[in-house]
Every structure is written in C-alpha cells, then in structure tokens.
Nanobody
Framework: VQLVESGGGLVQSGGSLKLSCTTS????????MKWRRRTPGKALEDVAT????????IIADTVKGRFTISRDNAKNTAYLQMDELKPEDTAVYYC???????????WGQGTQVTVSS
C-alpha cells in the first residue's frame, strides 16, 4: 500500500495550495480518507475527513470555510484545497487512509506546507 502526497510548498499568507494524495495497493472505496497536520510543539491535528463516497465531510474548526476536502474514486486520489492560508497553517500535512471495517490505517510520507507572513 502506498499513499503519495504532493502539492505542498511555500506560499504567502492569503494564498492557496491544493494537496493531492494518490493511493495504490488498496481498494480506495473501502477507506475513509483524512488529512492530518503536525506542527512542531503541537499535537497532531485532524484537519479534514471524507467518507468513502463523499457522503460525509468533516472539517476542523481551525480551517472551516478555508479548506475543502474531496476525493475522486476513479483516480484513487484524495485532495485538500487550502485557501486563505495563514502562517499558523504551516505544518507537515499527512494523508491517512482509515479502513471502514477492520484495523488498517495507512499514512503517506507527509508534505511540508509553509505560509509566510
């Protein structure tokens, strides 16, 4: 199983980035997809979650109204559109696949997002 994130980088405050998470080796629709982020000195934060068929979307209050999660089941890919970025959004962002049934959880390698003020 592989989860490969892309789309991170350096952006100015107020800018946008779109993260992609392309998966392989799993049945994509058997998994809920999450985006999590880790900031030095802070706990790991669940940023967004999307159900297998996009029927459920959960966005953290810290990013609500600015971030959008989506998925394309035909492409086995999940996305995180990040708009109106703030310096406090600077973090390593991880894509996580959580099985709807059973204990399997898979993580991507992470992608750095840096927002300059």
């Amino acid at each position: 199983v592989q989860l490969v994130e892309s789309g991170g980088g350096l952006v100015q405050s107020g800018g946008s980035l779109k993260l992609s998470c392309t998966t392989s080796g799993l049945i994509f629709t058997d998994y809920v997809m999450k985006w999590r982020r880790r900031t030095p000195g802070k706990a790991l934060e669940d940023v967004a979650t999307i159900g297998s068929y996009s029927q459920t979307k959960i966005i953290a209050d810290t990013v609500k109204g600015r971030f959008t999660i989506s998925r394309d089941n035909a492409k086995n890919t999940a996305y995180l559109q990040m708009d109106e970025l703030k310096p406090e959004d600077t973090a390593v962002y991880y894509c996580v696949a959580v099985a709807r049934v059973g204990p399997n959880v898979y993580w991507g390698q992470g992608t750095q997002v840096t927002v300059s003020s």
